[in-house]
C-alpha cells in the first residue's frame, strides 16, 4: 500500500515536473508564422531576403525595439520542422543582390519555406526571472503570387466562377488578348458529350490567354487560377485541364462539356488551394502584404482597379481578429496586419507620406473589416532593398526632390526626378491617361558588404508591428 502511494506521488511530482517545463519552454522558445502575401512583382522574395539579412546581422534596425534597447542577442537560420517543403534558397538570392553584377533574384517557381531563430533579452522582468534569454522562430513561407489568387476559388461555384472570368474577358485589354480562347468557346456546346482533347483544347487557350495578361504592359493581377501559369509540381497534371464556359442555362449531362470541366474546377479547388490553404495559410499568426503601388499607378487605372480588385478578394478567405493563447500556440487568426508599400525608394523620401496615405485610401475596406474583427492593422511605405538615394536639383529656379541611382536597362547612377504621389484617389484626369512613369532600379553596388545587412528603408518599423510584443 505504502509503495502504491509513493508511485502515485512519484508519478504525480513528474507530471507537475512536465508541466513546469512545457510552460518554461513555452516561455523561453516561441514560433512564429509569418505570412508574406503579395501579388506577382510585389517583392515578396527580395523582401524575405533582406528580412533574414537583417536579421543574422541586425545592423540596420535602429527603430525595432528590441535592437533600440540592446536585448537582441544574436538570429541563425535553422532546419525547419516540416522536411516536405523545399528550403527557402537565402543565399543564393542574397548572392544576385550583392554579386559583382548586382541583379534581382529570380521568381520564386513554388512553395518554399525557411525558420529563422532569433535569441533576445526578454522585456517583461517575469520572462527574465525566468529565463535571462528566449528565442523566437519565425517561420517564414515563400510562394508563386498567382498562387495567392486561388483563395477566392474555395467559395464560387464553377459557374459564377465562370461567368465573373467571362466578364472579365469582354473588356480591354482583355479582350485582345483573350480572342483566340473566345473564338474557341464559340465553336464549342457545353452541353454535348465531351472528350479529353477537348478539355485540353479549352485549357491550353484559356493557359494561353493567362500568360499574355501577365505579360501585358497593363500590368493585370486577376490571373486565376494560379497554377496555370505557375503549375509547380503539377504541370502536365489533369487538375489543370479545364477552363471557364458560358452557362446556357440548361440541365447539363453527366458527361457533358460542362460537367467535365466543373468535375476538374472542384478537383482542382479541393487537392490543391484548400489544401495549400489548410497547410500553409491557415496556421498564420501575423501577416504583411506587399503592395506595388507605383507599378500599378504607371500602369494606368486599370492595373489599379485590378490590383484592388485582386487583393481585396484574396484577404477575404484568411481569417483576422484577436487571438487568444491557444490560437497563438496553433495557429488559427492572424491578429496583426502590415500592409506594405513596396518600391518606396523609386520615389523621394518626402513624398513617402503621399505613398503610405494612397495606399490606405486603396484598401481601406479590407483594413476596416480586420479592425472589426479585432486584429492590429498597420500601413507602411517601404523597401527592403534600398537602391536610390533622395537628392536635390534645381531645375528652372524650382528646386526638385530627385532620385539617384542605376535604372534597369542602364549601366551608370542617374538622377531622376519620379514625379508626386497624389493623396488622394482622383489619380487620373481620363481612363486613357498614363500621368505616371516610375522605373525599377538596379540593386546598388556593394549592397550590404559592411555586414550590417542588406540596406532598406522601414523595415525595422515593420518587424516591430509585427513582432515587437513578442520580443515584450
Not at 523566437?136 to 465562370?162: A, F, H, K, Q, T
Request: charged share 25%.
Amino acid at each position: 500500500m505504502r509503495l502504491t502511494k509513493l508511485n502515485r506521488l512519484s508519478n504525480a511530482g513528474e507530471w507537475a515536473f512536465d508541466r513546469v517545463s512545457d510552460l518554461v519552454g513555452n516561455l523561453t522558445e516561441t514560433n512564429l508564422r509569418l505570412g508574406v502575401t503579395g501579388l506577382r512583382r510585389a517583392g515578396k522574395t527580395v523582401f524575405v531576403t533582406s528580412l533574414i539579412d537583417n536579421l543574422l546581422k541586425a545592423g540596420r534596425l535602429p527603430f525595432l525595439d528590441v535592437v533600440a534597447s540592446n536585448r537582441y542577442q544574436a538570429a541563425r537560420l535553422r532546419p525547419h520542422p516540416d522536411v516536405t517543403v523545399p528550403r527557402f534558397d537565402y543565399e543564393r538570392h542574397l548572392a544576385a543582390i550583392t554579386g559583382t553584377q548586382p541583379g534581382w533574384p529570380e521568381p520564386t517557381r513554388g512553395l518554399q519555406q525557411i525558420r529563422v531563430s532569433i535569441r533576445f533579452v526578454p522585456g517583461s522582468t517575469l520572462r527574465r526571472t525566468v529565463q535571462p534569454l528566449s528565442t523566437l522562430n519565425l517561420d517564414i513561407v515563400d510562394y508563386p503570387g498567382e498562387w495567392l489568387l486561388d483563395l477566392p476559388l474555395m467559395e464560387l461555384p464553377y459557374g459564377v466562377w465562370s461567368q465573373g472570368v467571362l466578364d472579365l474577358a469582354e473588356r480591354p485589354p482583355r479582350a485582345a488578348l483573350a480572342a483566340a480562347w473566345r473564338h474557341w468557346l464559340g465553336t464549342v456546346s457545353a452541353d454535348l458529350r465531351a472528350d479529353e482533347a477537348q478539355l485540353r483544347e479549352g485549357a491550353r487557350l484559356y493557359t494561353d490567354y493567362l500568360h499574355a495578361c501577365r505579360r501585358s504592359s497593363a500590368n493585370l493581377s486577376v490571373v486565376q487560377p494560379g497554377r496555370f501559369v505557375e503549375p509547380g509540381d503539377l504541370a502536365g497534371a489533369p487538375l489543370l485541364t479545364f477552363c471557364p464556359l458560358p452557362d446556357t442555362g440548361r440541365e447539363h449531362r453527366r458527361e457533358s462539356l460542362w460537367a467535365l470541366m466543373e468535375q476538374r474546377f472542384e478537383a482542382y479547388k479541393s487537392e490543391v488551394v484548400r489544401r495549400f490553404f489548410v497547410e500553409h495559410f491557415s496556421r498564420l499568426n501575423r501577416q504583411i502584404v506587399l503592395v506595388d503601388l507605383l507599378g500599378a499607378l504607371t500602369a494606368g487605372p486599370g492595373s489599379l482597379d485590378d490590383m484592388r480588385s485582386a487583393l481585396v478578394a484574396s484577404l477575404q478567405a484568411f481569417r483576422h481578429g484577436r487571438s487568444g493563447w491557444l490560437e497563438r500556440l496553433i495557429g488559427g487568426r492572424i491578429d496583426r496586419v502590415l500592409f506594405a508599400a513596396t518600391k518606396a525608394d523609386h520615389v523621394a523620401a518626402s513624398q513617402h507620406g503621399n505613398l503610405c496615405n494612397l495606399l490606405d485610401l486603396l484598401l481601406s475596406d479590407a483594413r476596416r473589416a480586420m479592425r472589426f474583427e479585432g486584429a492590429q492593422v498597420g500601413t507602411v511605405a517601404l523597401a527592403a532593398l534600398k537602391c536610390t538615394e533622395t537628392v536635390k536639383t534645381e531645375h528652372q529656379g524650382r528646386q526638385l526632390s530627385c532620385v539617384q541611382g542605376t535604372p534597369v536597362g542602364r549601366d551608370k547612377p542617374t538622377v531622376l526626378y519620379p514625379g508626386e504621389i497624389p493623396d488622394s484617389l482622383d489619380l487620373f484626369p481620363d481612363e486613357a491617361a498614363r500621368p505616371y512613369t516610375f522605373l525599377d532600379f538596379l540593386p546598388p553596388t556593394g549592397a550590404g558588404r559592411d555586414g550590417r545587412g542588406l540596406p532598406n528603408i522601414r523595415l525595422d518599423q515593420a518587424l516591430n508591428h509585427l513582432l515587437g510584443d513578442y520580443f515584450a
